[in-house]
T-cell receptor
Framework: GAVVSQHPSWVICKSGTSVKIECRSLDFQATTMFWYRQFPKQSLMLMATSNEGSKATYEQGVEKDKFLINHASLTLSTLTVTSAHPEDSSFYIC?????????????FGPGTRLTVL | QKEVEQDPGPLSVPEGAIVSLNCTYS??????FMWYRQYSRKGPELLMY????GNKEDGRFTAQVDKSSKYISLFIRDSQPSDSATYLC????????????FGSGTRLLVRP
């Protein structure tokens, strides 16, 4: 149980284009989903928290107009990187927290590697 | 000063050794403590989850939390080459944000 999937696993795009990444909880309902980015050999940095049906809460320094987050259902959240630039190249990971179970258990997706040319 | 400090390693041990991984933290509000294992280019996998102080054991893994010292540990017994990965500690306060604060991760290499 507690499986989280991400799609795509790897994407290459040209500078200036937009890229959408999907995060799905496959066997549970996720009341809260989180988006992280991770640079090589560095830890996970939280970008934003999204609750189903409400606007995402962004961490300080994260541009909300550049990283659009939509949490339309209890099993799906999307991150859209708009007008991507090479500095946006990173490993993007989502996690999901269920409505029941341990207070703060988060289950992570396998990640999406974004390369912007 | 970072909220969570973790030695990045790498830590290299022979197969069968006992591994000790540690994190220190500064925020006394942290109540939930987790250890994740992350293989290269994969998402983190939850290994251990502990609330407040104390020990928790699961198979070859033991997690310890000492809130008085703001120090947490993960012990791996009979380490295997398949344990080679990056181990991340994470913690959070009891609030409505559910935010996790991660350590930088320790890279572990278990030599056959």
């Amino acid at each position: 149980g507690a499986v989280v999937s991400q799609h795509p696993s790897w994407v290459i795009c040209k500078s200036g284009t937009s890229v959408k990444i999907e995060c799905r909880s496959l066997d549970f309902q996720a009341t809260t989903m989180f988006w992280y980015r991770q640079f090589p050999k560095q830890s996970l940095m939280l970008m934003a928290t999204s609750n189903e049906g409400s606007k995402a809460t962004y961490e300080q320094g994260v541009e909300k107009d550049k990283f659009l987050i939509n949490h339309a259902s209890l099993t799906l959240s999307t991150l859209t990187v708009t007008s991507a630039h090479p500095e946006d190249s990173s490993f993007y990971i989502c996690s999901a927290r269920g409505a029941s179970g341990s207070y703060n258990e988060q289950f992570f997706g396998p990640g999406t590697r974004l390369t912007v040319l | 000063q970072k909220e969570v400090e973790q030695d990045p390693g790498p830590l290299s041990v022979p197969e069968g050794a006992i591994v000790s991984l540690n994190c220190t933290y500064s925020n006394s509000a942290f109540q939930y403590f987790m250890w994740y294992r992350q293989y290269s280019r994969k998402g983190p996998e939850l290994l251990m989850y502990t609330y407040s102080s104390g020990n928790k054991e699961d198979g070859r893994f033991t997690a310890q939390v000492d809130k008085s010292s703001k120090y947490i540990s993960l012990f791996i017994r009979d380490s295997q080459p398949s344990d080679s990965a990056t181990y991340l500690c994470a913690m959070s306060a009891m609030d409505s944000s559910y935010k996790l604060i991660f350590g930088s991760g320790t890279r572990l290499l278990v030599r056959p």
